[in-house]
Each structure stands twice: as C-alpha cells, then as structure tokens.
C-alpha cells in the first residue's frame, strides 16, 4: 500500500517502488493496448494524485517528467507508417521527449542530472566490441523466425522505391537510437536516482518494452524485448557510454532493416539461415 510522507521530505523507499510500479502499470494500457488507453489515462491521473502529498520533493518533480513524457506518448498513434506526415509528425514528438526533461532539469530544476553521456573517446574494451558482434549474431539468427512465425513483419509495410527504403532505413534506426536516449538516457537516469538500480531497470525495460509492444513487435517478441532492456541497462550503468549502447541497437536494427526487406521480397537478401523461405 501506498503512504503518504511529508510534503517537504522524499518518500519513503516503499512509497517510491509502488508509484513507480503505478505508473510502468499505467504505460501498459496507454501505449500497448489502443481499446484500454481510457484505463492508461485513468491510471495516470492517479499516478498525479499520489504525488500530491509530496509534491515538494525531488522524486515528485522527476516522476513528473516521465509522466509527462509518457503522456505526450500517448498522443499520438505509435506504428510502422514510414509516411512523411507520420514521420514528421511522431518524430517531433520522440524529439520533444528527450529535448524536454533536459532543459526542465537543467534550466528548469537547476539539476546537473541528465547528462547524456556519450563519451566518444572512451575506448572500447575487446568484451564489449566482441557483445556488438555476438548481439548482431543472435539478431541475425532470431529475426526471421520470430517476425515470420508471429507475423509481426507484416505491422511494416516495405515497398522497393527509393523513397521508401531510405525511409524505412531512417525510421528503424532512428527510432532505435531514441530508444536508448529516452527509456536508459532519460528514464533510467532519473529512476536510480530514487530507487535501487534492479528496481529503476526493471521499470524502465517495462517501459521500453511497453512502447515497442504496440509499435509491431508482438507474440513472444515482448519477452525478448523485456530482456534486452534490462541488458542496455546494465551495460550503461557499467559502460556509461550511449554510444556503446546505441552501438548494440543500431547492429540489431540493421539486422532488422534486412530481414524486413528479405521477408516482404523473399527472392531478395536470401542470407538468413534461419529464414522460412
């Protein structure tokens, strides 16, 4: 149960894990499930109204960017349509979600918090350059089951003109280097924080697994996602780095980028071993 703490004072440990657990339960209905987003709404605003008791502490004004950020999320249509219109226009929202808790926290909050490092002369140890390598590999090899047993390449539509496939390029992996800058630059960031680190990582894969969920990546992708999540996490936490992370992702997307094509146009790309066609 939730108890309220002093206006003034941070929240108990307790108070924290449960309304953070309020809100990962809240982005579930509000971005995965379209016919339950009045319930992800309704959830919110309790999430809002838990926080008035301590709406003095730090932990109220950083749940409050995440909310808010979540909401602004829930805005607009989250799917694979590579139109300009809907690239314009959820790209500016994506943008807006990471620009905003920056300048709220830094000029806002006058808080040095999110940094978003991404030390590009930090030089990379032979693991790590060896896990982009191994993370690339089991994409290669997991991709085309999972997308065609589930039929989840069908939520892409992939069309051969130019156009499309530098739009299909663009849009898997910008939204893959979004990925890391919001849900580990931004949210695990401000989760740890207020909680300990296994409890704001698993919120933040809850989040990011939420998110990916209504955009196309269904059937058991979801487990798969949760735990790749928690991986990022816990490479950022030992590495620091977003450009290693957003490293790993972007191999994965790549990965990902081919076998849309391959799986929509079999006669094309036929390097998966483990492709049905």
Request: aromatic share 16%; with cysteine; glycine share 6%.
């Amino acid at each position: 149960m939730i108890t309220s703490a002093p206006s003034k004072a941070e929240p108990s440990t307790a108070y924290r894990v449960s309304t953070v657990a309020l809100i990962c339960a809240a982005t579930i209905p509000l971005l995965s499930v379209p016919s339950l987003k009045w319930l992800g709404w309704l959830l919110i605003g309790i999430c809002l109204l838990l926080l008035l008791p301590v709406v003095r502490s730090q932990f109220t004004r950083h749940m409050a960017i995440i909310i808010g950020m979540l909401m602004l999320l829930g805005l607009i249509p989250i799917n694979t349509d590579i139109s300009y219109i809907h690239m314009l226009s959820m790209g500016a929202v994506l943008i807006a979600t990471v620009a905003l808790p920056y300048v709220i926290t830094a000029y806002g909050y006058k808080e040095n918090i999110i940094t978003l490092p991404f030390r590009f002369k930090r030089k990379w140890h032979k693991k790590e350059i060896a896990y982009v390598f191994f993370a690339g590999s089991m994409a290669y090899l997991l991709l085309p089951y999972y997308l065609y047993s589930t039929g989840s390449y069908l939520n892409w539509n992939v069309t051969l003109d130019t156009s499309s496939i530098i739009r299909l390029f663009v849009g898997t992996n910008g939204l893959g280097i979004w990925d890391e800058l919001f849900f580990v630059g931004i949210c695990l960031t401000l989760l740890r924080s207020h909680l300990p680190f296994i409890w704001a990582n698993l919120a933040q894969a809850t989040l990011w697994t939420a998110f990916l969920f209504e955009l196309g990546f269904q059937g058991w992708g979801p487990f798969v996602i949760f735990f790749f999540a928690i991986t990022q996490g816990i490479i950022f936490k030992n590495s620091k780095s977003l450009l290693y992370i957003i490293t790993v992702h972007l191999t994965i997307d790549f990965i990902l980028f081919l076998t849309l094509i391959h799986l929509h146009y079999p006669h094309l790309l036929r390097i998966f071993i483990t492709s049905p066609f």
